[in-house]
Structure formats: structure tokens, C-alpha cells
């Protein structure tokens, strides 16, 4: 992707092709998901957390799959699930810092992007086109929900909340791995906190975000059934959860 700042000189006559297809994951097994979003997303697929190694930064992802290179999601070119992940729904734009402030990007090698068809960018005095409003108003929705749900991972990490697990896959061909990297809300060490830690969880609304992403684990029976069309079709998925070993006491 070739992500270049939107200037309205520059790309007055730029349009974007509206196509719902999202063919821009069909090779993406996990897509980035911000806290306003975990509720809707938690009934269609399973919300993991995951660490960059490069930046030691934790991120919210979903789950499209657990092969590299293969979104289940995509059925017959085209996305499959009622919900859609705002930093899937976002392309061909990005917001990214501009110098002291967020700016709109968008990506000048999409298929999307071009001059024949599809919506306007700017109107004829320079303005942003009805479309690109609305574009940007999801991309600035997408920014504020992406820094809430840093300050609640923040919290989860500060609570010693996350757990590393590990997906057991039984394959129907009989072969089996396991896939690590991913850590998960350990319920054990949530039900241990005190009366005070619950209820900031809950004024700070970190509370139903907690619950929905353990109910999202359920759809990893979701994976399973989808992966049944597929060239590696999975006969079951187990989940375990790897708690930290306890710190033995010195005399």
C-alpha cells in the first residue's frame, strides 16, 4: 500500500469505487479492533490481544483465521460477517500524525482510487465532497476509539489482567499445532480484584469491554465451521490459558 497525504490541489479530481467486497483482507488473519467496537464485533468473531515486538505496544486484533495469508471471513471473493472492523471499513484512508496533527491519507495504489468512476473527493470550490465527510468523520471516530482503547489495554496490563494463550488446532487430516503470540483477559485474577478496581472498571466502561471480549471467544467455534471449505479444514480448537508461575517466597 502506498498511503500519501489527501490534498485537495493535488487530488481534486480523484474519485473512490464504493465496494463492499473488502478484498483488501482476503490474505489477513487478523484485523486491529478498538473498544467502541468489541460488542458488536464479539458476536461474529473472537477478539485476542496481541504485542508488537518491535514497539512492545499491545493491540486488540479479531481473529479472521488461523493460517497466515487466509481470511476465512472472505467466502467466494466477498466479506461474509454482519460486522466489519472500522480499520477494514476505513480503506482506502488512513489518519496518521501530519506533522502536530492527525491527517487523512489514502492509499494512491488502491484499486479503489481513480479518476473514471466512483464518488468525488472534493467539490468544485475545494470542499470535501458529502463522501469524504463522511470518510472523515469515521476516520476521526476510528482515532478517538483506537486512544480509548489504548488507556484500556493500559488498564488490563496496570491490573495484570492478560494472559498468554495458546490455540491447540486439530486439523481433519489428523495433524495438530499449536499457535502462540496471543494473550487473553484471565477471568480467575478479574473476579480476584477488589470492590474499589471493579467499580473504576466500570465507571471508566472497561467493564462491558472485558465481558464482551470473553464472550467473543466463543466464536472460535465460528473459525472451525468456516474452515471447512477450506484447504486446511480444522476439526476442533482448544483454547488454553497459560497463567504466570506464582513467585515462590524467600526466607
Known amino acids: 500500500m502506498n498511503y500519501i497525504p489527501l490534498d485537495k ?75 466489519v472492523p472500522l480499520n477494514i471499513q476505513r480503506y482506502p484512508f488512513d489518519v496518521r500524525p501530519d506533522g502536530d496533527k492527525l491527517g487523512v491519507y489514502i492509499d494512491a495504489d488502491s484499486p479503489l482510487v481513480g479518476k473514471e468512476e466512483g464518488e468525488l473527493l472534493f467539490t468544485e470550490t475545494g470542499e470535501a465532497s458529502p463522501y469524504l465527510d463522511n470518510r472523515q468523520k469515521l476516520l476521526s471516530e476510528l482515532a478517538n476509539s483506537e486512544m480509548a482503547t489504548q488507556r484500556f489495554i493500559k488498564k488490563l496490563i496496570e491490573l495484570k489482567l492478560l494472559d498468554p494463550i495458546v490455540l491447540r488446532v486439530q486439523y481433519a487430516s489428523g495433524q495438530q499445532r499449536n499457535i502462540n503470540g496471543m494473550q487473553s483477559i484471565s477471568e480467575k485474577r478479574l473476579h480476584e480484584l477488589s470492590d474499589e478496581q471493579t467499580l473504576e472498571l466500570h465507571k471508566a466502561g472497561f467493564l462491558g469491554a472485558i465481558y464482551a471480549i470473553l464472550l467473543s471467544l466463543g466464536q472460535l467455534n465460528r473459525l472451525v465451521q468456516m474452515s471447512t471449505e477450506g484447504e486446511t479444514p480444522i476439526q476442533s480448537l482448544q483454547l488454553r490459558i497459560e497463567e504466570p508461575a506464582k513467585e515462590e517466597a524467600t526466607a
Open 9 to 83: 490541489e493535488k487530488h481534486k479530481d480523484l474519485r473512490v469505487n464504493l465496494n463492499h467486497e473488502f478484498a483488501h483482507v482476503k490474505d489477513a488473519h487478523i484485523a486491529a479492533a478498538s473498544l467502541k467496537e468489541y460488542a458488536q464485533l464479539a458476536s461474529c468473531m473472537p477478539i485476542v490481544f496481541v504485542k508488537d515486538p518491535k514497539s512492545e505496544i499491545t493491540h486488540s486484533v479479531v481473529m479472521l483465521g488461523t493460517e497466515q495469508n487466509v481470511n476465512l471471513y472472505m467466502q467466494s471473493g466477498k466479506w461474509s460477517a454482519h460486522s
